[in-house]
């Protein structure tokens, strides 16, 4: 094992730092806190030196790290992403030094909760440099008082009366019961708090929006959100985006409920991810890496998945960043650049040329999809296609009126690739009818790029079919959302029918109101009978006002 002696050791005497080294050689007995010896030694040297002397003990009481700090606090060292110990903790309890006569201090507290760490311990050092009184507090589980931690009294130092091994076991055994999935590493993956800030301009009504739209990408994608952490402020942060403050009671109660993943509804810059992800051990994740997951999840065809892994590694290229670049020189030799090529580099360089060897491939499925609409063009049959916010019922209408059984499911984004049924008229006329992606506020850059291809299905349309979900409050924003990325593709003149969708889920005359408001043909793609008007108003809008001839 290596041991080391970490922090603030400048200005110490080699005899200083010699002494330190020694506490390694010294164990404590596993039903100890501390030892009496071990606290009278580290009060011996904070007295000698004027220092916080602190040490770092694992569950077998042998000493794992002597960190030395100034006279008000100690930085702990990185003792890594292992745990030590089953459940969440780390199998590492502090002890530690305090000059005065004071109680744990947040840093104290803080560093037990992000650290995961069994206890913290404090010794304090009386006038005559003698162990005085020892302060402990150890985490607690999720609880109706919302605390994250329980400090114990202080206890005389030379009669702490608390066995470390069956303490332990009462707490693993209380996190067990509180939260049982808490455990498990593969549960614990799917178990994330969300993080929403309100800016200036965001209402609380857009907030709530955002959140709940938040909540059902995390259900989409498989993911348990635990809870939500909200914040106003005037602007982001630039490095944290809520604050070091706020970030700090963020990893906190993420730690509380047993979460490894924290999920912002901002999209983080690069800048942000690396400060936010060097602050702690948890999973971050912004918005648009979930809406990437939730793609790379439904992504089926060929075309799709290398669409999806294209717009991940184009979001992912600037945001790779290595943690630990102790060992990162990994690749020297022939073919290195210079005496070696970073792991870091190595991965951008590979990220690079999967990023020109899938637009490659892109091109060429883009160029069967153009002949094929060519084709069908050729055939002079009108293409009507259906879009909308993602969510919003359009595969359920392609089926209901085409009478297939393309996926419809109540998730998000449950349709990725374009998919085309025929529908007849009277007078033997008929169309084709497509299905595309769904839009969302801020669809992801990266996503309308790569599937600006599939999307460029719209240019050749005759008439768009705009699905609204009415039983939305927030349908007015996802309208604009859908008319904000038409715009972007160019097609905000495209001929267009409104559709106001889930009609059924509306009380009174809130379907006639909503409707007539914003000229909208009121449906509900589970009620065939409901569609006539529906495919009234397309005969009429293609061959009646003159835009095909019959």
Same mark, same amino acid.
């Given at each position: 094992?290596?041991?080391?002696?970490?922090?603030?050791?400048?200005?110490?005497?080699? =005899?200083?730092?010699?002494?330190?080294?020694?506490?390694?050689?010294?164990?404590?007995?596993?039903?100890?806190?501390?030892?009496?010896?071990?606290?009278?030694?580290?009060?011996?040297?904070?007295?000698?030196?004027?220092?916080?002397?602190?040490?770092?003990?694992?569950?077998?009481?042998?000493?794992?790290?002597?960190?030395?700090?100034? /006279?008000?606090?100690?930085?702990?060292?990185?003792? &890594?992403?292992?745990? &030590? /110990?089953?459940?969440?903790?780390?199998?590492?309890?502090?002890?530690?030094?305090?000059?005065?006569?004071?109680?744990?201090?947040?840093?104290?507290?803080?560093?037990?909760?992000?650290?995961?760490?069994?206890?913290?311990?404090?010794?304090?050092?009386?006038? #005559?440099?003698?162990? !005085?009184?020892?302060?402990?507090?150890?985490?607690?589980?999720?609880?109706?008082?919302?605390?994250?931690?329980?400090?114990?009294?202080?206890?005389?130092?030379?009669?702490?009366?608390?066995?470390?091994?069956?303490?332990?076991?009462?707490?693993?055994?209380?996190?067990?019961? =509180?939260?049982?999935?808490?455990?498990?590493?593969?549960?614990?993956?799917?178990?994330?708090?969300?993080?929403?800030?309100?800016?200036?301009?965001?209402?609380?009504?857009?907030?709530?929006?955002?959140?709940?739209?938040?909540?059902?990408?995390?259900?989409?994608? &498989?993911?348990?959100?635990?809870?939500?952490?909200?914040?106003?402020?005037?602007?982001?942060?630039? !490095?944290?985006?809520? &604050?070091?403050? +706020?970030?700090?009671?963020?990893?906190?109660?993420?730690?509380?409920?047993?979460?490894?993943?924290?999920?912002?509804?901002?999209?983080?810059?690069?800048?942000?991810?690396?400060?936010?992800?060097?602050?702690?051990?948890?999973?971050?994740?912004?918005?648009?890496?979930?809406?990437?997951?939730?793609?790379?999840?439904? $992504? +089926?065809?060929?075309?799709?998945?290398?669409?999806?892994?294209?717009?991940?590694?184009?979001?992912?290229?600037?945001?790779?960043?290595?943690?630990?670049?102790?060992?990162?020189?990994?690749?020297?030799?022939?073919?290195?650049?210079?005496?070696?090529?970073?792991?870091?580099?190595?991965?951008? @360089?590979?990220?690079?040329?999967?990023?020109?060897?899938?637009?490659?491939?892109?091109?060429?499925?883009?160029?069967?999809?153009?002949?094929?609409?060519?084709? @069908?063009?050729?055939?002079?049959?009108?293409?009507?296609?259906?879009?909308?916010?993602?969510?919003?019922?359009?595969?359920?209408?392609?089926?209901?009126?085409?009478? =297939?059984?393309?996926?419809?499911?109540?998730?998000?984004?449950?349709?990725?690739?374009?998919?085309?049924?025929?529908?007849?008229?009277?007078?033997?006329?008929?169309?084709?009818?497509?299905?595309?992606?769904?839009?969302?506020?801020?669809?992801?850059?990266?996503?309308?790029?790569?599937?600006?291809?599939?999307?460029?299905?719209?240019?050749?349309?005759?008439?768009?079919?705009?699905?609204?979900?009415?039983?939305?409050?927030?349908?007015?924003?996802?309208?604009?959302?859908?008319?904000?990325?038409?715009?972007?593709?160019?097609?905000?003149?495209?001929?267009?029918?409104?559709?106001?969708? +889930?009609?059924?889920?509306?009380? #009174?005359?809130?379907?006639? @109101?909503?409707?007539?408001?914003?000229?909208?043909?009121?449906?509900?793609?589970?009620?065939?009978?409901?569609?006539?008007?529906?495919?009234?108003?397309?005969?009429?809008?293609?061959? !009646?006002?003159?835009?095909?001839? $019959?």
């Amino acid at each position: 094992m290596n041991h080391q002696v970490t922090g603030h050791v400048k200005g110490l005497k080699p =005899s200083q730092i010699k002494t330190l080294e020694r506490a390694f050689r010294r164990r404590v007995g596993p039903d100890e806190v501390v030892s009496g010896e071990l606290a009278t030694f580290l009060c011996d040297i904070s007295r000698d030196i004027g220092r916080q002397v602190g040490v770092l003990i694992n569950r077998r009481g042998s000493i794992e790290h002597v960190m030395v700090g100034d /006279a008000t606090r100690l930085m702990l060292p990185d003792v &890594g992403r292992l745990r &030590g /110990a089953p459940g969440r903790f780390r199998g590492l309890r502090l002890v530690h030094t305090h000059l005065r006569d004071e109680p744990l201090s947040r840093d104290d507290l803080t560093d037990l909760t992000l650290l995961r760490l069994d206890l913290v311990c404090a010794i304090t050092i009386d006038g #005559g440099g003698r162990p !005085k009184h020892v302060f402990i507090g150890h985490l607690l589980p999720d609880n109706p008082a919302g605390k994250l931690w329980e400090e114990l009294p202080a206890a005389p130092a030379h009669a702490v009366g608390i066995d470390f091994r069956r303490l332990m076991a009462g707490i693993e055994a209380e996190f067990s019961r =509180s939260a049982p999935r808490a455990v498990s590493t593969e549960s614990a993956r799917d178990r994330a708090l969300l993080v929403h800030v309100a800016t200036s301009g965001i209402d609380h009504a857009e907030s709530e929006a955002r959140i709940a739209e938040l909540r059902e990408l995390c259900r989409t994608a &498989g993911v348990m959100a635990l809870d939500v952490v909200t914040q106003r402020r005037p602007t982001l942060d630039p !490095k944290y985006v809520v &604050g070091r403050g +706020k970030l700090e009671q963020v990893l906190l109660r993420a730690m509380q409920l047993g979460a490894e993943t924290v999920i912002f509804d901002q999209d983080l810059s690069p800048g942000q991810a690396r400060a936010i992800s060097d602050f702690t051990e948890l999973a971050i994740i912004d918005r648009t890496m979930l809406i990437l997951a939730i793609f790379a999840r439904h $992504a +089926k065809s060929a075309g799709g998945k290398l669409q999806v892994e294209l717009a991940q590694l184009k979001y992912t290229l600037p945001r790779l960043v290595e943690k630990n670049t102790m060992m990162s020189r990994l690749a020297g030799g022939i073919g290195g650049r210079g005496p070696g090529e970073t792991k870091l580099e190595l991965s951008r @360089r590979r990220a690079r040329e999967r990023i020109q060897l899938l637009e490659k491939k892109l091109a060429s499925v883009d160029a069967t999809r153009r002949l094929r609409r060519q084709r @069908r063009g050729n055939r002079e049959v009108p293409v009507v296609s259906i879009v909308g916010y993602t969510n919003a019922g359009k595969s359920t209408l392609l089926n209901a009126l085409t009478g =297939s059984d393309a996926v419809a499911e109540d998730k998000l984004f449950a349709t990725l690739d374009p998919v085309s049924r025929r529908l007849r008229f009277p007078e033997e006329r008929e169309v084709v009818l497509t299905d595309t992606v769904g839009f969302i506020r801020d669809l992801p850059p990266d996503l309308v790029t790569a599937f600006r291809a599939t999307l460029e299905e719209l240019s050749d349309a005759d008439l768009l079919i705009h699905v609204i979900d009415g039983s939305d409050d927030s349908y007015e924003s996802h309208i604009g959302a859908v008319d904000g990325v038409l715009s972007d593709l160019d097609l905000a003149d495209k001929p267009r029918l409104l559709a106001l969708n +889930k009609i059924d889920r509306l009380t #009174g005359n809130d379907a006639e @109101r909503r409707a007539t408001s914003l000229s909208a043909v009121p449906v509900s793609a589970l009620d065939r009978k409901s569609l006539r008007p529906l495919c009234a108003a397309i005969e009429q809008a293609l061959w !009646k006002e003159g835009r095909l001839t $019959a």
